[in-house]
Structures are given as structure tokens and as C-alpha cells.
């Protein structure tokens, strides 16, 4: 039991990854607040997770507001005394080329991927601080690091925040808190299989990894098997081309 007392917020947890992540982390022993914006679909998968016998709240909240992500954290505070582990997977993907995105769109893209990010890690940071201990993990993606073509602002928003993330780590080092970010390759979610660049994708051959194996590498990141890892990139790739 990795997480043994541990205290988990999982962001975008009613669904395919950020519901596998709450249920391996709910395994290795941690009480895991499930967020997402969707009720019923969140009720539903935390829900599931208590069925299996694992400690899984949902809390309903947008994180792109300020007013929900404050709530949420001072709910998790408040009830647990302390938030331990924070993981940023809410997100979203629209595949439309630089020249016909709306700037509306793209503002959407950036507001869902990255400012979530921002305020759910602004929000926790003073618990964590003044714990002095913390670990932050953000759900970045191999388009941050080999930008996709026909998903700019996709590729934009991920991108920022594996340097949010490097950057952050070296801030948060002395408050003994970690922040590390994952970018997997195609993951087997519906995200994926409803993505216009599904076959693009698939046409370089490599791995379509199934979101418990995305999972165990947050799971390395969040545990202590990554002692003193912080500001780093994990990339999981089965193959060198899209």
C-alpha cells in the first residue's frame, strides 16, 4: 500500500484516464476525491470504485473557475486535514487547424488544459506548504513534446504545461513538495477513438496504451518510489514517430 494516509484530489476522474488513475491510487490505499464537471457520470464512477471496496468522494466542481477550485480544496482540507497528492487531468482536444480555429475555441482549449492546471495548483499549494510535503502530478501528452499537426492548440496547452511544471518543481523544492508531469502516447479513451487524428496517429505504428498502465506511471510519480524526483518529464512511448 503505496499511499497508505495518503489524501487524493484526481481532476477529469469521472472517465477513461482520470478514472483510472482515482482507482490505482484508491488501490494503493489513498482516499481520493474524484472531480469532474459532470454529476451523474461522476456519482457513477466514484460509485464503482466504493463498489470494489476503495476510498473514492466524487466533488463536482468546473476548474477553470476560481470559486470551485477553492471549494474544492477547502473541502478536501477540511475533511481530511491535509491534501497530500494533487493529479491535473482534466482536459480537452479539438483537432482544427491554426488557420480555421476561432480564437473563442482556442481560448477554450488553453482555459481547460492549462488555467485549470494554474488555479487547482495555486489552490492546493498553501495546504501542501504549510505541511511541508506535497506531490503534484499534471497529465501533460506526447503532443507537448512533438507538437500535432491539426491539434495546435491542443499541442500549445500541453506544451505549457510541462514547463509550468519544470518550473514550479524548482519553486515548491524547498517546501519539500514535487511536481512532475506524465505525457503518454495514444491512450485507449474516448477522447482518443473519437479524435480526428486517431489514424494519423495509428498510421506510425508504436503502442495504444490502455489507461491503468498511463495510471502506473502517475502512481511511480505520486509514491514514494519516485523519492526525490521533481521537475521531470515522463514520457510514455512505445515508438519514436507519431
Known sequence: MLLEGKTAIVTGANRGLGKAVSRKLAQEGAKVIMAGRKKDDLDKAAAELRGEGLSAEPFV??????????????????????????????????????????????????????????????????????KKSGNIVNIGSGAALRGLPGSCAYSASKAAVVCLTQALGDEVREHNIRCNVVCPGPVDTELFQKSERREFILAAGGDVFEPETVANGVLYLASDMSKGVSSQVLTIRGFNRW
Open 61 to 130: 466542481a468546473d476548474v477553470t473557475k476560481e470559486s470551485d477550485v477553492s471549494a474544492l480544496a477547502g473541502y478536501a482540507a477540511e475533511k481530511y486535514g491535509k491534501i497530500d497528492i494533487l493529479v491535473n487531468n482534466a482536459g480537452i482536444s479539438k483537432e482544427i487547424k491554426l488557420a480555421e480555429i476561432s480564437m473563442e475555441t482556442w481560448d477554450e482549449i488553453i482555459e481547460v488544459n492549462l488555467r485549470s492546471v494554474v488555479l487547482m495548483t495555486k489552490a492546493v499549494l498553501p495546504y501542501m506548504t504549510e
